[in-house]
C-alpha cells in the first residue's frame, strides 16, 4: 500500500481552537462496558436487538511546556474546554480529492484533574504531565468522544 502510518509529526493537539506544543500524549478508554442483559434483547427473542452503553472510562494524559502563559492560566481557572486530537498524514486521498488519510478525536468537553506545580526539567525548562478528565458535553455535542476517520476503504 502506498499509503504511510501515522507519525509522531502528523499529531496535532488543539485546544479551545488553539493548536498547542505537547510534548506527548496519552488517550486512555480502560472501561467500555456494554449493557447486555435483558433490557438489551427484543421481547420474545433471545438475540441481543441493541447493546446500550453501560460505563465507560476515559482518561487523557498530556505533557506540556509551560514556557507560555496561556497553558498556565488555563490550569489555574480549571474551566471546561475542548481538546482536539488530529493525525493527519498530508497525503490526499485520490478518490476524495481535497481529502487527506486523518484520524480525529474530538473531547467535546475536559477539565483538568491535575493540581500540583510544573516540573522543572534539568535544562530549566517547565513542563507538567497534564491528567485531564473528558466529561458528557449535554449542551453542545451531546457525547464525550468522538472519533471520525477518512480513508478509502470501502468495506472491511
Given at each position: 500500500s502506498p499509503t504511510r502510518p501515522f507519525l509522531p509529526q502528523d499529531v496535532t493537539v488543539s485546544i479551545d481552537g488553539a493548536n498547542e506544543d505537547i510534548i506527548s500524549l496519552e488517550l486512555i478508554c480502560p472501561e467500555n462496558e456494554l449493557q447486555n442483559d435483558s433490557d438489551a434483547r427484543s421481547l420474545g427473542s433471545k438475540t441481543l436487538a441493541v447493546l446500550p452503553p453501560k460505563d465507560r472510562t476515559?482518561?487523557?494524559?498530556?505533557?506540556q511546556r509551560y514556557d507560555t502563559?496561556?497553558?498556565w492560566n488555563r490550569q489555574r481557572d480549571a474551566s471546561a474546554m475542548a481538546i482536539i486530537i488530529t493525525m493527519d498524514t498530508g497525503?490526499?486521498?485520490?478518490?476524495?480529492?481535497?481529502?487527506?488519510?486523518k484520524l480525529q478525536c474530538d473531547l467535546p468537553k475536559v477539565f483538568y484533574d491535575t493540581g500540583g506545580p510544573?516540573?522543572?526539567?534539568?535544562s530549566g525548562i517547565?513542563?507538567?504531565?497534564?491528567?485531564?478528565i473528558p466529561v458528557l458535553d449535554t449542551i453542545n455535542a451531546g457525547k464525550d468522544i468522538v472519533f471520525s476517520l477518512w480513508n478509502t476503504t470501502t468495506s472491511y
Open positions: 476515559l482518561g487523557l494524559t498530556l505533557t502563559t496561556t497553558a497525503l490526499t486521498i485520490t478518490a476524495l480529492a481535497p481529502f487527506t488519510y510544573p516540573d522543572v526539567s534539568d517547565l513542563t507538567h504531565e497534564l491528567s485531564i
